[in-house]
């Protein structure tokens, strides 16, 4: 019956890493969409700092023929999910649309999540979360603060897909390829980011993940994610660009 | 050597004698304490929450405002403020003051503004809630000072900031849900229009259209003088009224 209600999608993410020239908007767009509490320079000391979607950089090869890589990382959605089954409370799970979902009032803070997850996207709230006063007013209603001693992760911005399927229904038509973009992809200036529903062939996406470049992170863990990155396009290198990926 | 036991025998059995009234009094407390504890955690368990929780209050209103004269077709059973006790009510629809119900996830309280269209030319001139809606409003300030009379100022040369200003009426919130719940209005009402046999509650003395969709979590506010809140509007009726009609029971339908 769910899944009859939401349409059968199966939401998922193409990242082209050749796109990707590590300029953070995307981490600025999450931050602001999603409530997440401010990163001061006490707690990134600490290690406890949050950021849903984080651009990891490496050097490739000697001076001076350096050369940086970047790479967006956030929840990988796994299908095979690492992090679902060691929940005690089921405060996380994999719904109807591919999504893992993180249940805020559920979690009870045991944070065997953020041990099980290899992609390290997991963050727990150490502390009750506080903004200045300026900018009280910017939070988005239409997301939850979390409070003290509770996980959280990238959500791929699930009220936009729930505010686009209301819109779509109240309309009586179907969500339309592209209708719906997280606060990442829509804030991406070279369309690295791309979301969209893998369960329609012929969206953008699913035509994207067919690219010979393809591969998931870490997939000797078979966590199976719904995040594809397209390998980067390198024409100095020797080397195929479907190892690119296995390259450090 | 046997006085000596005697004598410890009934030491060692007057001790428990005066404890036995001390505790058998305490247990019975104890046992009441938990008594008490076990009754409010059922109560709150069976979603008939005691008012110690918080709902089925009403809250004093900056203004106010009876839904009673808006809304109700109903003749009024108590006097108005402007005497006209054989007012019958306007039965206004829901959504004349909460627009944005139809079409957002709130339904939307009007702008003071809003109240005055109506308001700088209905009702009498002294009575005390209006006065403060028309102060709020801007029509008059709390100098009694008409909005021609502010702007004749203003025009004289008079620095605005002297005057005094709208101030927005400070409602207070009857029915509230915690942060971590997102409740849309707009496809609920949707639904609950096509499907008018899924509507619970009561519709008496209410007009046509969105009242009686709304009366399935509000009660039949148009009967109530100061709203209150008549559901527990709890997480179990919300999955119980999902369940029977095929909405996602999914979390992330309303937690996220």
Not at chain 1, 106 to 132: D, K, L, Q, S
Not at chain 2, 18 to 46: D, E, N, S, Y
Not at chain 2, 146 to 158: F, K, T, W
Request: glycine share 8%.
């Amino acid at each position: 019956m769910t899944s009859a209600n939401f349409g059968g999608h199966n939401w998922g993410m193409v990242v082209d890493i050749d796109k990707c020239i590590g300029c953070q908007a995307c981490v600025i767009a999450c931050q602001a969409e999603n409530n997440v509490p401010l990163n001061t320079q006490d707690r990134v000391e600490r290690g406890r700092s949050i950021s849903w979607i984080r651009i990891e950089r490496y050097w490739e090869g000697d001076f001076p023929d350096t050369k940086a890589r970047f790479i967006p990382i956030m929840c990988q959605h796994c299908e095979n999910a690492p992090c679902e089954p060691v929940c005690p409370v089921f405060a996380t799970y994999h719904n109807s649309e591919g999504l893992n979902v993180q249940v805020y009032n559920r979690c009870v803070g045991t944070r065997y999540c953020a041990n099980g997850c290899p992609y390290i996207v997991r963050f727990f709230n150490y502390w009750e979360p506080v903004w200045p006063e300026t900018l009280r007013n910017h939070l988005n209603p239409d997301v939850t603060v979390r409070s003290r001693g509770i996980m959280e992760k990238c959500s791929f911005c699930v009220h936009r897909i729930r505010r686009a399927t209301r819109t779509a229904r109240s309309q009586d038509r179907q969500l339309l390829d592209g209708e719906i973009q997280t606060a990442c992809s829509s804030a991406c200036p070279t369309s690295a980011l791309n979301f969209g529903n893998f369960n329609d062939p012929n969206s953008k996406v699913s035509t994207m993940r067919k690219d010979q470049r393809h591969y998931t992170l870490l997939d000797q863990f078979a966590t199976e994610p719904n995040v594809i990155y397209l390998a980067k396009v390198d024409t100095d290198r020797k080397v195929g660009a479907g190892e690119a990926a296995s390259h450090g | 050597m046997a006085s000596d036991n005697e004598g410890s025998k009934n030491k060692s059995s007057s001790l428990p004698k005066l404890l036995i009234p001390v505790l058998g009094i305490g247990g019975l407390g104890v046992m009441a304490v938990m008594g008490i504890v076990a009754a409010f955690v059922f109560t709150g368990w069976l979603g008939q929450p005691v008012p110690v929780l918080g709902f089925e209050q009403t809250f004093d209103q900056p203004i106010n405002f009876p839904h009673t004269i808006h809304a109700s077709t109903k003749q009024l059973d108590y006097v108005p403020a402007d005497g006209l006790s054989t007012m019958e009510g306007l039965g206004l629809d829901c959504t004349f003051c909460h627009r944005t119900v139809t079409t957002q996830a709130n339904a939307g309280v009007p702008p003071v503004a809003f109240c005055a269209t109506c308001h700088q030319a209905i009702g009498a001139a002294d009575n005390p809630e209006l006065i403060i809606l028309r102060d709020a409003a801007n029509l008059t300030n709390s100098k009694g000072q008409s909005a021609a009379q502010i702007e004749e100022l203003l025009d004289s040369g008079v620095a605005a900031e002297k005057l005094d200003g709208p101030e927005p009426v400070n409602w207070k919130r009857v029915h509230r849900l915690p942060d971590h719940v997102r409740f849309v209005h707009e496809p609920h009402i949707r639904y609950l229009t096509q499907n008018p046999g899924e509507i619970k509650g009561t519709t008496d003395g209410v007009t046509e259209g969105a009242a009686g969709v709304c009366s399935t979590c509000h009660g039949n506010v148009a009967a109530m003088k100061q709203v209150e809140q008549v559901e527990p509007l709890k997480m179990g009726q919300c999955v119980d009224c999902h369940r029977d009609n095929g909405a996602p029971t999914d979390c992330v339908a309303c937690h996220y």
